[in-house]
T-cell receptor
C-alpha cells in the first residue's frame, strides 16, 4: 500500500527565514509526486509535479526536489503570504495518496 | 474559467437522509476522484474513476456510491447519511498522463 509521510507537522518561521519541508514515500510504480498548497476553507491548489529522481521545479520562493524515496519543498526567504498547509501526494496506478501535510506559519 | 465546480458549498443534513454531492469539470480530464478531509486524518480517497463508465473504491468507500456517466460529471451519493460522514468533501480530476491534478473548492457537510 502506498504511504506518504510529511514532516514536520507544523513549522513556524520568521519572515525571511528559509526552511525545508520533507515528504517521504513508499509506492509501487510512481507516476508522479505532487505538491499542493491549501489555505483554510479552500481546496488544495496545485503547485508542482515531479517525475524522476534529481528533478527540480521552482515557483517564486518555492523549490521542490525529488529523490527515490523523498521530496523536499524548500521555502526561500518566506513572506507571511506563504503561510498555508503544504500537502504532498504520490500518483500511482489509479489514485493520489496524500500525506497529512505541513502547516507553515510565517510571522512578519 | 476552466476548472472543477462542486455543489453545494455547504449542507446540513439529517441523519438517514439521502444526499448527492455534485462535481463537474471542464478540462476533459479522464480521471476523477472524491476525497474527504478530516482534521488529523488528511485527505482520504473515497472513490475514483479512471474514465467514463468505470469506477473504483478508494480507502474509505463504505456508505458512499459514485457514477460516471460522462467525462465531465462525477456525483457522490450518500444513501443514508450518518454523523461520521460529517466532513469536507473534495472532488479532483487529473489527465491521463498524471501530469496535473486539480481540486474543487470543497463541500462542507454536517450530518446531525
Amino acid at each position: 500500500e502506498d504511504q506518504v509521510t510529511q514532516s514536520p507537522e507544523a513549522l513556524r518561521l520568521q519572515e525571511g527565514e528559509s526552511s525545508s519541508l520533507n515528504c517521504s514515500y513508499t509506492v509501487s510504480g510512481l507516476r508522479g509526486l505532487f505538491w499542493y498548497r491549501q489555505d483554510p476553507g479552500k481546496g488544495p491548489e496545485f503547485l508542482f509535479t515531479l517525475y524522476s529522481a534529481g528533478e527540480e521545479k521552482e515557483k517564486e520562493r518555492l523549490k521542490a526536489t525529488l529523490t527515490k524515496k523523498e521530496s523536499f519543498l524548500h521555502i526561500t526567504a518566506p513572506k507571511p503570504e506563504d503561510s498555508a498547509t503544504y500537502l504532498c501526494a504520490v500518483h500511482s496506478d489509479y489514485k493520489l495518496s496524500f500525506g497529512a501535510g505541513t502547516t507553515v506559519t510565517v510571522r512578519a | 474559467i476552466a476548472g472543477i465546480t462542486q455543489a453545494p458549498t455547504s449542507q446540513i443534513l439529517a441523519a438517514g437522509r439521502r444526499m448527492t454531492l455534485r462535481c463537474t469539470q471542464d478540462m476533459r480530464h479522464n480521471a476523477m476522484y472524491w476525497y474527504r478531509q478530516d482534521l488529523g486524518l488528511g485527505l482520504r480517497l473515497i472513490h475514483y474513476s479512471n474514465t467514463a463508465g468505470t469506477t473504483g473504491k478508494g480507502e474509505v468507500p463504505d456508505g458512499y456510491s459514485v457514477s460516471r456517466a460522462n467525462t465531465d460529471d462525477f456525483p457522490l451519493t450518500l444513501a443514508s447519511a450518518v454523523p461520521s460522514q460529517t466532513s469536507v468533501y473534495f472532488c479532483a480530476s487529473s489527465n491521463q498522463w498524471g501530469t496535473e491534478a486539480f481540486f474543487g473548492q470543497g463541500t462542507r457537510l454536517t450530518v446531525v
